[in-house]
Nanobody
Framework: QVQLVESGGGLVQPGGSLRLSCAAS????????LCWYRQAPGKQRELVAA???????NYADSVKGRFTISRDNAKNEVYLQMDSLKPEDTAVYYC?????????WGQGTQVTVSS
């Protein structure tokens, strides 16, 4: 059974930082592209960052220079370091694992940026 479990969300003030974690089980973690998506109220889910099995990363323009995705294949975990957070970063953040069309999702973790 495949499971992706996110953690690390919460309430933070503008300019603050959070680190999201996603622990995976039931998959051969190292061959998957790992992604973070987010969905704000009333908006479509959007890709935030991706880390391929080959080591490439890419980011949404809105988070470049502020967010960093990383992965630890030995621990089957992927992370999203979020710095200089803005109110518009408020959303539910989802972990995603993708391998040639096989896609798995976590349950999401809420991130709220507010003073």
């Amino acid at each position: 059974q495949v499971q992706l479990v996110e953690s690390g969300g919460g309430l933070v003030q503008p300019g603050g930082s959070l680190r999201l974690s996603c622990a995976a089980s039931g998959i051969t973690f190292s061959i998957y592209t790992l992604c973070w998506y987010r969905q704000a109220p009333g908006k479509q889910r959007e890709l935030v960052a991706a880390f391929t099995s080959g080591g490439s990363t890419n980011y949404a323009d809105s988070v470049k220079g502020r967010f960093t995705i990383s992965r630890d294949n030995a621990k089957n975990e992927v992370y999203l370091q979020m710095d200089s957070l803005k109110p518009e970063d408020t959303a539910v953040y989802y972990c995603n694992a993708d391998f040639i069309g096989m896609r798995y999702w976590g349950q999401g973790t809420q991130v709220t940026v507010s003073s």
